[in-house]
């Protein structure tokens, strides 16, 4: 979702609303907390005083906020440790599931994960955490108690000052919403249940009960400019006015909605009390709806549309053309039709009405002695289908005779007419939608695949969070980023962008927990499949990457031969296995050829998971190489780094027993990595983590040598 444009003074118009204008006057309350930086003295910030209803202080126990001019604004600077703590609790009137509304001014850097604004109550259980991050569960609301909201899809862009409104209407299933610069980004429907008797914390969220010793976590790394907490929700056009707007407020379509169908009917409601009607504008052109006066007459269905002095605050249903963006505006007249309000432009489009999701994937392969299908979802408008299939993007855009012509608009599928393709090429195909009545035809995307051998080796990536990786993407070299077509990949287990099943291998595939930028992490199998990946375009390898941090193999790993109770962890991973190869393409003929292995960090925590670590992993070798039918296949361990984190000397014993286990079982391999460094107490920095999945695969390929 595009934000619509505000107006140039925003900066001033936000300042002006979170300070809560007489504007503000339906049902309008004073808020319980009122926190404005605009007259603090720059430097460190010790408390900070609250001129809402409230009353009260908040300090900064202990932390070191800091007081600064950012981007022209005067704000509370939280440097990502910091957090303030109010000497007052929450009052039972936003506790529960009684309704609240907050609204902060703020500009963070930082995006990763969690970043708590404010809370009043504490974690774990029915605590209150209003966030501004990428967590797709967590980043706009945590409760510990199941009802969770992420930004679902519209999170506002860190490094610029955004005015944020939560508000929850309370009761059973009440409404969830967050505004950003007067768009609404969010909205779900909870019961909330938040703890009473707990204090305001801005910046972090406490864990812990209060009355006990506390952490806190979670901190924002950013600026505060202004906060107010009121108990009520908010409506909708407060949430507008609030936002520094008095414009009518455009509802439906959403701005940068794309649309199902090929009408829609436009609504609104006024941005302000003094309103006797409206003027319409719609365009396909945003310059020529800029441009445009009140006053123009309508043109039919046809664009520009121009109608003036509308009573109601709605219009349509308009007819629509496919693939096509359209803007509008609703200008707000006063009794005599002159303009009190210019509105905002804001848009939509219209779907194209192609075929989609294609079979094989756009780009993907295809598997020499398969099924030679390809298979689509037919456009949604089609009453015939066209499929044109060429050696070259440019020849099946341009061709006019169908490979398979006149298709019925429920066939989803063709058998692929090139009876031996070619090992390495590249193959081109669209679907032309014919649609019904006036609509025009849709021509389809270009899609190609290429065809590949079908022997395929197959590598095993496991172990805990440095398996997974929390090694930051954005410092990695270009060349490693995006897909790598030689290499196939399915991910099961902890992984950020959540299961990954059977596609190129890509960066980003690691943890959310070392994702401090929001641009991905990344693990050991990125630079082992660029080192190991065949270089023919004819060939691919696989990967199959089942891996969970902070676990151990003394207990969750623990395989059968071990004795004792077989841990949830490894059958977990024989069931993701089997998953893995039921999904892969029936065609290839499969050989798992290794497994690398990144654990110990967990056991090296604990004395006897120490001690037990050879006779664990010993067992987890010949367990797995069973269950994949290759007593001999290769594994390669990698030994853990030494970090205070896990002690000296037990972890100086897990890296013996990693070694010993090397001299004990054949065709096995280890490697030393305390030259990294480390991006935090526990896992490798991005030069560390690429260097890990490098050794990684010279290892691998000195096991197979030999």
């Known amino acids: 979702m595009k934000p619509q444009s505000p107006p140039s003074s925003w900066i001033l118009a936000l300042a002006l609303a979170v300070a809560f204008s007489a504007d503000i006057s339906h049902g309008a309350s004073a808020p319980l907390v009122a926190l404005q930086a605009a007259n603090l003295p720059e430097g460190p910030l010790a408390s900070w005083d609250n001129t809402g209803s409230l009353k009260g202080v908040f300090k900064n126990d202990g932390t070191n906020p800091q007081v600064k001019v950012i981007d022209g604004v005067k704000a509370v600077d939280f440097s990502g440790k910091d957090h303030m703590l109010a000497d007052f609790k929450a009052p039972a009137g936003i506790v529960g599931d009684h309704p609240w509304t907050v609204i902060v001014k703020t500009h963070c850097r930082n995006l990763s994960d969690e970043r708590t604004l404010v809370s009043w109550a ?5 605590c209150l955490q209003l966030q501004y991050g990428d967590s797709s569960q967590y980043g706009a609301l945590g409760t510990w108690s199941g009802n969770v909201s992420g930004w679902q899809g519209n999170l506002p862009e860190k490094n610029a000052w955004h005015t944020l409104i939560y508000t929850y209407a309370g009761g059973r299933e009440g409404e969830f919403n967050v505004w950003c610069d007067g768009n609404l980004r969010v909205s779900q429907k909870f019961s909330l249940a938040i703890k009473a008797d707990r204090p305001f914390v801005i910046g972090a969220c406490m864990a812990g009960d209060p009355a006990a010793n506390v952490g806190y976590t979670h901190h924002i790394d950013g600026s505060i400019a202004a906060m107010s907490i009121f108990d009520r929700g908010f409506t909708t056009l407060e949430c507008w006015n609030v936002s520094g707007f008095k414009s009518a407020h455009l509802i439906a379509p959403r701005s940068g909605s794309t649309l199902d169908g090929v009408t829609t009917t436009l609504e609104w409601e006024k941005g302000s009390q003094d309103v006797a009607g409206f003027a319409l504008h719609v365009s396909t052109e945003k310059g020529q709806l800029e441009l445009a006066a009140s006053g123009a007459p309508a043109i039919g269905e046809s664009f520009p549309l ?3 002095r509308l009573a109601e605050s709605h219009y349509g249903p308009l007819k629509l053309a496919l693939g096509t963006t359209y803007y509008w505006r609703v200008d707000q007249l006063d009794a005599s039709g002159k303009i009190t309000q210019k509105g905002l432009v804001s848009e939509f489009k219209t779907m194209t009405g192609n075929a989609a999701k294609p079979i094989p994937a756009d780009s993907y392969i295809m598997v ?10 037919p456009g949604q408008y089609a009453t015939k289908q066209n499929v044109y299939i060429g050696e070259t993007a440019a020849e099946v855009l341009a061709k006019k005779i169908p490979d398979f012509a006149g298709l019925a608009p429920t066939v989803t599928s063709v058998e692929l ?3 031996a393709p070619v090992p390495g090429k590249s193959y081109f195909w669209r679907v032309e939608s014919i649609n019904r009545g ?3 035809t849709s021509a389809g995307e270009c899609w190609k695949f290429r065809t590949v051998k079908k022997n395929l080796k197959v590598y095993i990536s496991s172990g805990q969070s440095n398996a997974v990786g929390c090694s930051m993407v954005s410092p990695m070299p ?11 990949v399915f991910v099961r287990g902890e992984c950020r962008l959540g299961e990954y099943g059977w596609a190129y291998l890509r960066d980003g595939l690691g943890s959310g927990f070392g994702d401090r930028d929001g641009k991905g992490t990344f693990g050991p199998e990125l630079l082992f499949g660029y080192t190991m990946a065949p270089q023919d375009p004819a060939q691919v390898m696989a990967i199959i990457k089942i891996a969970w941090g902070a676990t151990n193999l003394g207990v969750q790993w623990r395989s059968p031969s071990a004795g004792g109770a077989t841990g949830n962890l490894y059958t977990d991973w024989v069931r993701f296995l089997k998953e893995a190869m039921v999904k892969l393409d029936p065609a290839f003929v499969p050989e798992f050829a290794g497994m690398l292995w990144m654990q110990g960090e967990s056991d090296a925590s604990d004395k006897k998971m120490t001690a037990d670590y050879a006779k664990n992993l010993a067992s987890l070798i010949k367990d ?8 001999e296949m290769p594994f390669v361990l990698a030994q853990i780094s030494r970090t205070p984190a896990w002690g000296p000397d037990l ?8 070694l010993e286990v090397t001299k004990s079982v054949p065709h096995t391999a280890t490697f030393g990595t305390e030259d990294y460094k480390l991006g935090d107490p526990w896992h490798y920095d991005t030069a560390g983590m690429i260097s890990l999945g490098q050794r990684f695969a010279h290892a691998m390929r000195d096991l197979q040598k030999n």
Do not use: F, M, T
């Not at 020499?368 to 979802?377: A, D, N, Q, T, V």
């Open 624 to 631: 797995v190489r069973a269950e994949v039918k290759q007593p």
């Open 417 to 419: 007419p090139i009876k």
């Open 306 to 308: 121009a109608i003036d």
């Open 478 to 488: 270009e060349k490693y980023k995006g897909l790598n077509p030689n290499v196939i």
């Open 651 to 658: 972890g100086d014993g897990l890296r013996a027993a990693q």
């Open 368 to 377: 020499e002695g398969g099924k030679h299908e390809l298979s689509w979802i």
């Open 438 to 440: 006036s609509l025009a």
């Open 122 to 126: 504490n974690r774990p259980d029915n």
